[in-house]
């Protein structure tokens, strides 16, 4: 077999599949992507819901509850706690495959017939706004985290507590505004940074301690703007450094910024890894065009966000925990086993076309099944039967495909069509890496939905908080304070926030100016940090002065300080990087990276 070009249907772009991946499909019996691997990604991640919370009622108890589903919408919703009793049996709503119309069409009926969860999680103490998320306490506005407490407006926390505005954080406690980082202790604003304490501005840091606005240092202390000051001057420099003062804060911010595009960069994040490509790789080999791939990962390909123990898997946004042979699947964890074109659940084996399939086998089409086997569409079978009806169902679907309203075809082998999301484009999961306004949302045929009638006042402009946290008053407690963005962002702004207590609390603890924006503003601001999920072929920026920031000038932003391999000449190494070109950062490659910083 020889590599092979196609047309994405989707973006019309020409994609490549490889030897290597017609065996992935013939092993796993499935038809090669007819969908580009960036598309097939954004498919995947418009299945699921992002961040939006809605008041609504539990169908089942009546109970007043918080949901990622608006109000008002076709569905069945029940509070978490009714979802996953036995009140209820999703058996109730399996019915007979209909010959006569797409299966995307009936499996789109069936979503609207079964009970869906207002918010998914297990082991949520004292957190009625946590969502995705498993043993959390006194959590707020926190999402996919496991095992952390006390912590606010985080995504993706993992042992951690005292977390605020954190995004993929371990083992942390008392880190504020952070992103991909492990193991910090009284850290503010840290990103890919590790092993650090008592620290501010730290990008790509490891083993640093006492250091403020640094880049790509390793195992530093009293670090002043990658500076080494002596202990006494460092103390006395932070008496300036006050971030406890909007306007420091603010100067501190703009000065890193400054640091951080005028230091090299190496062209990924990838730590302990053999032989992959990609970019935030931890503990991994044989890798393919993977992001977000950490702990003992091996042989997977297009993986977006996975880890811990995930082996022969393509195309996977969200998924692992001691599983293989996941193929086009979002949020599927835990021992799982050949499942393919599902999400959510945990623990299933052979899954197709599936909605939070739990400790289940052999299931095709079906949503919110626990302990099953042989069912299609929630409706049990035997296991012969079974296997004879999926097989008709699929030769069914390539005979009468889904065509959706821009006339796209879903035969047996697509992920769930967009269109049948149970989640606006605005609200999904994928919205900030795939960003659309609101007509190119609808022009794909696409739901968008508006933001909510809101039902209060601002009581306090931006401009009118107390410049530092000292003069914070209880009473701050009480105002709707208006976000700088007031809606003009394209980025889920709310337009208002309020401050809660233990923020406010926290924000005291660590001397930190209160914010003037939204969380979901705030949210926006942190994902700038890091890139998306392209792949760009480039070269190594070592010593080439017309790519870096200060070329009008002619003096390069950068000297560097040791001598390289290359010598006088231009670095001759190339890359994949997820920097886009038109990114203002300088990139360098591994060896010259080393060179200067490790
Ligand atoms: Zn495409
Ligand atoms: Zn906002
Ligand atoms: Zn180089
Ligand atoms: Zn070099």
Not at 296 to 319: A, I, M, P, R
Not at 484 to 500: D, K, Y
Not at 509 to 538: S, V
């Amino acid at each position: 077999m020889s590599s092979e070009r196609r047309q994405c249907q989707n973006c019309k772009k020409g994609f490549a599949i490889e030897p290597e991946d017609f065996q992935f499909y013939e092993k796993i019996q499935v038809p090669p992507p007819t969908w580009c691997p960036s598309c097939r990604n954004m498919r995947r991640m418009a299945w699921r819901e992002e961040r939006s919370l809605y008041r609504d009622t539990c169908k089942m108890c009546g109970k007043s509850i918080v949901s990622i589903h608006a109000p008002g919408g076709p569905f069945t919703i029940y509070c978490r706690e009714c979802f996953r009793s036995d009140k209820w049996d999703p058996l109730d709503y399996g019915r007979d495959y209909d010959f006569s119309k797409p299966f995307f069409k009936q499996y789109r009926e069936l979503m609207e017939a079964v009970p869906r969860p207002a918010l998914t999680g297990s082991n949520i103490v004292n957190s009625p706004f946590s969502h995705a998320s498993e043993s959390v306490k006194n959590c707020y506005l926190t999402f996919w985290s496991y095992f952390s407490e006390d912590s606010q407006y985080c995504y993706a926390l993992l042992l951690s507590r005292n977390a605020v505005d954190c995004y993929v954080a371990d083992n942390s406690d008392h880190v504020y505004e952070s992103l991909h980082s492990n193991r910090l202790y009284k850290v503010r604003f840290g990103y890919f940074s590790d092993d650090c304490l008592e620290s501010s501005f730290l990008f790509n840091c490891v083993g640093c301690s006492d250091c403020f606005g640094c880049v790509n240092l390793r195992k530093q202390k009293h670090c002043l703007w990658n500076e080494q000051l002596s202990k006494e001057e460092y103390k006395k420099q932070m008496e300036y450094w006050d971030l406890g003062s909007y306007t420091r804060l603010e100067e501190a911010k703009k000065k890193f910024r400054e640091l951080y595009l005028s230091t090299p960069h190496r062209y990924a994040h990838v730590v302990n890894a053999h032989n992959v490509t990609g970019d935030i790789i931890r503990d991994a080999k044989n890798c393919q065009i993977c992001f977000s791939a950490l702990d003992g990962v091996e042989n997977c390909k297009y993986l977006y966000f996975g880890g811990l123990n995930l082996k022969d898997s393509y195309d996977v946004s969200g998924g692992g925990d001691t599983s293989e042979l996941l193929y086009e699947i979002f949020g599927v964890t835990g021992n799982a086993q050949r499942c393919f074109f599902s999400a959510g659940g945990s623990n299933s084996r052979d899954i197709m076309y599936c909605d939070w399939a739990e400790n289940s086998s052999n299931l095709f089409g079906c949503i919110s099944l626990r302990h099953k086997q042989h069912c299609i569409l929630n409706k049990q079978y035997s296991k012969d039967e079974y296997e004879k009806r999926k097989a008709k169902i699929i030769e069914h679907m390539n005979a009468m495909p889904y065509v959706d309203k821009k006339g796209r075809v879903y035969k047996f082998g697509e992920f769930f069509p967009t269109e049948i999301s149970a989640y606006a484009y605005n609200e999904v999961f994928g919205f900030p890496w795939y960003p659309k306004n609101k007509e190119e949302v609808l022009a794909e045929g696409w739901e968008w939905r508006e933001p909510q009638e809101r039902a209060y006042t601002i009581t306090l402009r931006p401009n009118d908080l107390p410049d530092h946290i000292r003069n914070a008053k209880d009473s701050i407690l009480n105002e709707i304070i208006g976000c700088v963005h007031m809606g003009t962002c394209n980025e889920q702004c709310s337009t208002a926030f309020r401050i809660t207590r233990e923020e406010l609390q926290f924000y005291r603890e660590m001397n930190i100016a209160l914010p003037r924006l939204c969380p979901a503003c705030r949210y926006a601001q942190r994902l700038q940090w890091r890139n998306g999920y392209t792949l760009f072929k480039r070269k190594c920026m070592c010593s080439d002065l017309s790519r870096s920031p200060d070329s009008r000038s002619g003096q390069a932003a950068y000297q560097n300080t040791t001598p390289h391999f290359h010598g006088e000449k231009l670095c001759p190494n190339e890359f994949e990087t997820t920097f886009a070109p038109e990114k203002p950062e300088i990139i360098y490659c591994d060896a010259c990276y080393k060179a200067e910083f490790l």
